[in-house]
């Protein structure tokens, strides 16, 4: 039974409460105005968000997965070309992929941001492809032409996308972000000389504004950020039939609209959204601070100094993970896994023929990762309790070690 002392691991109804007015106005105004598909709100919140990511389009459409799908044929990424990413991110990163004719392929991620590796990214385009006489790249593992990456930005923090811009300029990769879980984070950028936001470097990006996200829909809605004319209009006529005129279809597309719902609803909770993400940050904060001096087995989570997270996700890692979930169930703490399998072993995938021991580091974080508590609004009292309780647990699991260690010498 839930009690009043429980602290949930997102708490998603406070701001709809919150905003009720405003968002139940925006159905009122859509109702009468017969106004559910595309329209002025689509197109408001479109420039809104662009400016939000610091580029020139944003392109709503009706998922992150479609988002991302439409970011990659628009970028030209063609049936049975192979598309590089991690294993270590939510599935709908790869079947966006392979939705667009494409394979995907894995790379390993870093140990401590649990992003792409580019170290790592460096060692499959040296070690694992070759080039052919024309210049393309080709993967060894299946002989398909290695056109794209996808680095995921994934809890929040941007991969370290210097390194991998400058291997896509050595090898001649597009690059699409995976912007889902990244609203509003933030980049220093040696190469441009500035902080640089997520969705804005790479040649496309895409955001999910599913309803647990830092900035999520009342339903269903994602969007493509790109600073190139071409690249917008390509996914203007892709989320919509490939039409760019009534019945002119240029290409065949998809239904992948946004509706004007969604679109009023996210145009009231973007004016939110900075602050939202100032209270996550304040939260980690908040957290590493607790835990600070604790001694604790637990691995916190890393910002490197070119990072400013937006903490979609607080994650801790450790070895005792499933024996910690539990104790912190059992005291009305919430926690998720992201992710408990990491793609490369699902069973999706068998037929690609990866197996344990592929991507170790992946594989490593799928058995460690705990996410904790982590939304706008999370009190420092609340947060104080999570960490007694992570604390209590690991001064119990240190002493049983202690008896166990004991028993056998
Ligand atoms: C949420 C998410 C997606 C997919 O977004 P949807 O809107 O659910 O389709 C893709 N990639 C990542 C990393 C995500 O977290």
Redesign the pocket.
């Known amino acids: 039974m839930p009690t009043m002392s429980d602290i949930p691991f997102l708490d998603l109804v406070a701001p709809h409460v919150e905003l009720e007015e405003e968002l139940v106005s925006v159905f009122r105004t859509a109702l009468s105005r017969a106004e559910f598909i595309g329209g002025s709100r689509v197109e408001e919140f479109e420039s809104s968000f662009a400016a939000f990511c610091n580029t020139k389009h944003s392109v709503a459409v009706s ?6 799908r439409f970011a990659l044929v628009a970028c030209g990424i063609q049936a049975g070309d192979v598309v590089v990413t991690v294993p270590h ?2 599935i ?2 790869t079947e ?1 992929i392979s939705q667009a004719g494409a394979m995907p392929e894995f790379v390993d991620i870093d140990e401590r941001t649990y992003n792409i590796s580019a170290e790592k990214l460096q060692q499959f385009l040296e070690t694992q492809c070759t080039r052919e006489k024309s210049g393309k790249l080709i993967s060894l593992r299946n002989g398909r032409p290695v056109t794209a990456v996808v680095p ?3 809890y929040g923090q941007m991969a370290d996308m210097d390194a991998i811009l400058e291997l896509a300029d050595q090898y001649g990769l597009i690059i699409i972000e ?1 912007a ?2 990244a609203h509003g984070a933030e980049y220093f950028s040696k190469r441009f000389e500035r902080w640089m936001k997520a969705g804005s470097m790479g040649k496309a990006a ?1 955001f ?3 309803p ?2 830092n900035l999520g829909a009342c339903g ?3 969007a493509v950020t790109t600073s190139d004319d071409v690249v917008a209009q390509q996914i203007r006529m892709l989320r919509d039939h490939g039409q760019s005129r009534k019945y002119h279809h240029g290409i065949e597309g998809y239904n992948g609209r946004l509706d004007a719902i969604q679109a009023g609803i996210l145009q009231v909770k973007l004016r939110f959204l900075a602050e939202w993400n100032r209270q996550r940050r304040d939260a980690a904060v908040r957290y590493h601070e607790l835990f600070d001096g604790r001694g604790l087995e637990c691995t916190l989570p890393c910002e490197p100094s070119w990072s400013r997270s937006v903490y ?1 996700l607080y994650v801790i890692r450790t070895a005792e993970r499933k024996k910690l979930q539990e104790h912190l169930a059992n005291s009305g703490v919430g926690t998720g896994i992201h992710y408990p399998i990491p793609l490369h072993l699902q069973d999706a995938y068998r037929s690609a023929g990866y197996k344990q021991g592929d991507f170790p580091v992946a594989e490593c974080a799928a058995e460690e990762v705990l996410s904790l508590p982590m939304f706008p609004g999370l009190t420092a009292m609340q947060q104080k309790r999570v960490v007694e309780e992570v604390v209590r647990f690991d001064g119990v699991a240190d002493s049983a070690l202690s008896t166990e260690l004991a028993a056998r010498a």
């Open positions: 998922s992150g997965t479609d988002a991302l991110t939510f709908a990163t966006a995921v930005h994934l995976d889902c879980q895409a999910s504004f599913y647990g996200k269903e809605a994602g979609h």
